[in-house]
């Protein structure tokens, strides 16, 4: 296999099977995956990311096919840097992550999707990768940067980010695209109720998809009040009501989406949060290595441990201090009150 | 406030202000906490510990309601020392914790469930506690197993743990407790396929709760059919249909948690278990120490390297290795292939 200086010059020559070997190195992690990344880092590109997170059945993946297919055609719209690459009519290329975050609360919903969305199989404007991070150094929160970087890199102006959708990941997804689209179902009151901190701190906008069923306005108005309920920033996230198996509801999706991003551009936000994530990926990488270097403290000393703590002479928190105070340079072991 | 080993022999005389006490210093982390662990950890108890986990809205918290109810009347059944401090006729004191694991995904059900569980508020025998567990070392994985060893050493022969549920929580509640009852509803079919990994590996019994609705025998069929394209151990997880509101099928759902129990008894599992628990507690905590030491560490370097990473002349991964390389002592930074 070519080096990943290789395979990124030609991933972004347009070679899409190269593209596709600069992912999986991301995917699998390890010294390539650096390589890749640092590749990306120097040239960043300008891609601007959607996240599509919402739980299994909700229609996420009807309405990702339909933003591919809009993203086409319409691009994000005149205003800014990030819907550039499009031609002259403001369409332009448009590349999907499809998370399969490899948790024990995933899997079965990616293989369909995949099929779903080969009715863009032969559109070369179109890059569709599903990706697991079970091996990626700092899992999802990093591989999934590294991946829409790889994207951008190589020249795409849209990146979509699809989860499957269950629990930490889609706040992790959040953390990683520049809007946040929340997808729930015509009476999902109570789900909405349990999970309200959650929706509220990661979407930039909702959308009530299946709106032609019945409890779409009862569900309106459960977003609503708690979106009273709540302080927020300048953006109120807004609420869109769609019907993907009919495209109704589509396009003005699409415009939320775009005024979103206007909205954050004008106040600056993009490189706040840009920089951001940089640190986040940075604190994320940085204690994936230091578990490693306890994982292999931890097997030199495994057996010895294990016998004490069975046998009630150990508690684990004496366990951990004393291989930690074998491990760490310089500074004591903090408190755990620190 | 009096300190942890008065506490303690407090909650072990029956004083259920002190065993809040406890509770609350768990809860808390910190060196309080490490020392009520400590002192439960000197004299376990023989606690069995039933885990409760399910989607919101599964009716979890009334089937939770049933089974102290039925935990009070009937114990664990005569074969087991786990059913012992139950008065002559098998019933027994039941200590309930109902996790809320401080996560964006979670909040809303915990008060609803606290005042649904009031019925027992007036037996003594019966002491319910909701908990977080934001700001304890190691989290809800060390959290919940230090609660339950104080429940234990105490003197409570029950311990049942309900989870608000979503995602990686249950695994770790999962992994906390001796038999764990998963609820589904009629009608899940897609979310029992796309989260069919997660539950096999947490699930020793399935309980489809709402029976009465349309959709029981049909979700039956997909947890039979799942349970049969699986390789399975010894033991396959049986499904119990109830209705909480109107208490069927409980006592059938307490004869298979009984069941259970047992087997593990017969083939040595318990020991195993709990072995493996403690295990996973030290790692746990190992990590949490090592990244409070990295915390320390990035706190001091942070502005000089976010400047760096914006800039462009540092990637997240070089930044990482450069931080760590000033922090673990001997062994080098091992390869992220490693």
Known sequence: MPDPSTLFESARNGD???????????????????????????????????????APGSGKSTLTDHLIATGRRRGLGASGH???GGDGAGGGQVA????????????????????????????????????ATRGHLGGLAVAVPDAVRV??????????VETVGVGQQEVEVAAATDTTVVVVNPGWGDAIQANKAGLLEIADLFVINKADRPGASQTRRDLDLMLDLTELGEWRPPIVETVASTSEGIDALWDTIGRHRDHQIERGALDEMRRNRLLREFR??????????????????????TEAMV?????????????LAGMIRDRPPPSSEA
């Not at 994207?151 to 979509?160: D, I, K």
């Not at 204690?287 to 495994?302: K, S, T």
């Open 311 to 323: 046998a009630g002479d150990l508690d684990p928190y004496e366990a951990a201090d004393r291989l």
């Open 16 to 54: 899409r099977v190269a593209l596709a070997r600069l992912l999986s190195l991301v995917e699998r992690g390890g010294d390539e995956s650096r390589s890749v990344a640092g590749l990306a880092y120097k040239s960043p590109g300008e891609a601007y990311t959607v996240g599509i997170t919402g």
């Open 151 to 160: 994207l951008s890199a190589v020249g795409f102006p849209l990146v979509l």
């Open 82 to 84: 990030a819907a550039a």
């Open 96 to 131: 999907v992550l499809a998370i399969d975050p490899s948790s024990p609360f995933s899997g079965g919903a990616i293989l369909g999707d995949r099929v779903r969305m080969q009715s863009h199989a032969l559109d070369d404007s179109v890059f569709i990768r599903s990706m």
């Open 284 to 305: 994320q990488i940085l204690v994936a290595r230091v578990e490693e270097v306890a994982a292999l403290l931890v097997a030199d000393h495994l057996a010895g441990i």
